[in-house]
């Protein structure tokens, strides 16, 4: 007798048909990909997106796009990449307890923040002008896997990734978006008060009383219980949400964060320099749209979209390094 199993993907969809919860979403029952593909032999199409947007060049690059804390020193400080992989280790064990569909999940998570402009959500704030209603990362997310570096991904994982803001209606389709929404929310909210605590922004003594008594000591205890609550508010709900107290006591602490973090007085000095430097990049490059390199340009697209597409792409450190290059007079420190 082997001592291994042979799980096929005509196997993993029975196995999902019989075992995952009436909320969630079969790949079997997937709307499918634009352009229509031979099944993998092992790979479920959720799984196959999952492995596609992992291995995309887009991915990548977030390791050196910031989360809140601009152009950082220190190697702990957190990335949009190490936040994906939090959001996803979240999502994941958000789905699994629920019975929902765990490899969705994780192509939706890993795919949502890969379309964010430098300097986090400043970048967004930079780029609006340019645009008709307002810029927003996850359209751009969506558009990178459409069309800039196009990975055909089923419609369920580019809905996700769509609206997996909370800005954004109509909301997911599926419950594994829904998923992701959560967990977006659970892991920036805890990193960033690590990181603002790390950074001596925040003392433990600021911590709000009713976060304390909600969530524990700042930590890992508060994802737990955050977690907890989304499963055992769900549960007895009968859809995705989070008990109504610890919900209650996450927004107030996100007031909290933005009033004392994400828009302190320094932060908004960054901000008006980060927004003034993307926006120097793309009135340079309206002026002068041959000098884009053709590896992130769609030359189907009009040169306003071309030129949003190659600002919007680049690192943190590649936005610095250039507009240096193009802004700062030759021997000037």
Known sequence: MSEFLHLTREERERR????LA???MRAAASRGRAVVEEPDVYRTAFERDRDRILHSKAFRRLKHKTQVFLNPEGDHFVTRLSHTLQVTQV??????ALGLN???TEAICLGHEV???PFGHTGEVALTPYVEGEWLH???????????????LTWEVRDGIRAHTWKVSPGPATAEGAICR???????LVHDMDDALRAGVLAPGDIPRRALEAFGEPGSAWIKRMIHAVIEGSLAAGELTMEPEILGAMNEFRQFMFERVYLRPESARQAANAVKMIRDLVDYFLDH???MPDTYRHLESPVRLQVIDFVGGMSDRYALRLHDRLFRPRGQV
């Open 16 to 19: 999902e048909s019989e075992l």
């Open 115 to 117: 379309g964010h402009p």
């Open 289 to 291: 749209p041959d000098e």
């Open 91 to 96: 999502g994941r064990a958000l789905a699994v």
């Open 102 to 104: 765990e490899p969705l």
């Open 22 to 24: 009436p909320a969630a």
């Open 138 to 152: 996850s359209e751009q997310s969506v558009r990178v896997f459409e069309i800039l570096e196009p990975l055909n």
């Open 182 to 188: 959560h967990a977006d929310r659970i892991a920036y």
